[in-house]
Structures are given as C-alpha cells and as structure tokens.
C-alpha cells in the first residue's frame, strides 16, 4: 500500500517485515514502512517508524527491532530523509489511537 493513500505527500511504501516488538511501546509489527528507499525488505540497519506509537526503531542483524543509538538518530535527523519520518510521526499521533488509548479501549 502507498503511504500516500493515508499521509498525504507521503510517497514510500510499507513492506513485509518479520514479526517484531516496537522496542517503545512493545506492539507486534510486521510491516515496516519504507522511509529510506524502495526496498522487497527491510535489511538491518535500517530505520522504520512504529505504526503504533510513531517512534523510530532500527532493524539489527536479526531484523528484530530496536530503539536507536544516539549516533544513529542524529544521522537520520541529518538525512534527507528526517522530513519524511517527521511527516509520519505527526500523522500517526494525529490520527491513530496511542497504544495506551488502545490498551484502554480493550479492558
């Protein structure tokens, strides 16, 4: 599916990814959205936005998640790429219901 059917102006395209924890808010993901390139799938060291909570996550070795490292998060906020995840982040928050929203809804 193209981002741009629900973030407007967003042009990259969710992909498949092995079922994975966001190391944020611990939801299951298994898609990923493609803010660097057009990629078949995600490869390690890439970074994903979480479509849960909004927040970045870096795929390891294993292509699990993990939170970012510092040096990686100023690179990416460096990247021509930064605007692109900002967009995303702020359309997740605004539309989407938080995970403790979620958690709530369930109980």
Do not use: Y
Not at 33 to 43: A, D, F, H, Q, Y
Not at 48 to 62: L, N, P, S, Y
Request: hydrophobic share 30%; aromatic share 4%.
């Amino acid at each position: 599916m193209k981002h741009e059917e629900w973030i407007p102006g967003h042009t990259t395209t969710n992909l498949r990814a092995n079922p994975s924890r966001c190391p944020t808010c611990r939801d299951r993901l298994d898609m990923a959205t493609g803010l660097e390139k057009m990629k078949v799938e995600p490869e390690p060291g890439c970074a994903t936005v979480c479509f849960h909570c909004g927040e970045i996550a870096i795929f390891d070795e294993h292509l699990k998640l993990r939170p970012p490292t510092a040096r990686e998060l100023i690179d990416l906020q460096r990247s021509t790429v930064w605007p692109k995840v900002e967009r995303t982040q702020r359309w997740i928050k605004a539309n989407l219901p938080s995970p403790a929203q979620k958690k709530k809804a369930r109980a």
